[in-house]
């Protein structure tokens, strides 16, 4: 018997095709801090493409230029902002969502909206972090 969404804990408002982002911040020592949102739609391998070409060395970007939230705040619970600081985050990737990751992850927004948003950015603003003059 297979169980509906509702039997599942789906919330009702989430769509049935859904995408995660996976990504990370990892300070000058390598200490690092993962994060995921949940995205409404299906990645395709161009989508993934488009992405990467957005971001600085096909793998950086600044959080707070594109509304993703943060997480070197996470880090700061071990001692507050330090040297090691920085102001990239670091895309690692774009794939289809779990039915659990449906359940649990709160919907960020649609895929295609990201994909716009970093498509727009022509120069990553380093200055937009808190970190970027921290010492």
């Not at 600044?62 to 880090?75: D, H, S």
Request: glycine share 6%; proline share 5%; charged share 20%.
């Amino acid at each position: 018997m297979q169980l509906t969404e509702k039997q599942a804990g789906i919330p009702s408002d989430t769509p049935r095709e859904c995408c995660v982002v996976e990504y990370l911040y990892r300070d000058a020592s390598n200490y690092k801090a993962w994060g995921e949102i949940l995205l409404s739609g299906v990645p395709s391998q161009n989508d993934i493409a488009v992405l990467r070409a957005c971001l600085e060395s096909d793998t950086y970007f600044v959080a707070e230029q594109v509304g993703i939230p943060v997480l070197y705040q996470v880090l700061w619970e071990f001692g507050g902002p330090n040297c090691d600081d920085h102001a990239l985050h670091e895309f690692v990737v774009l794939r289809a969502a779990s039915e659990d990751e449906r359940k649990s992850l709160p919907l960020f927004g649609a895929l295609s909206s990201l994909i716009k948003t970093f498509q727009a950015v022509t120069k990553w603003d380093y200055s937009l972090s808190p970190n970027f003059d921290i010492y």
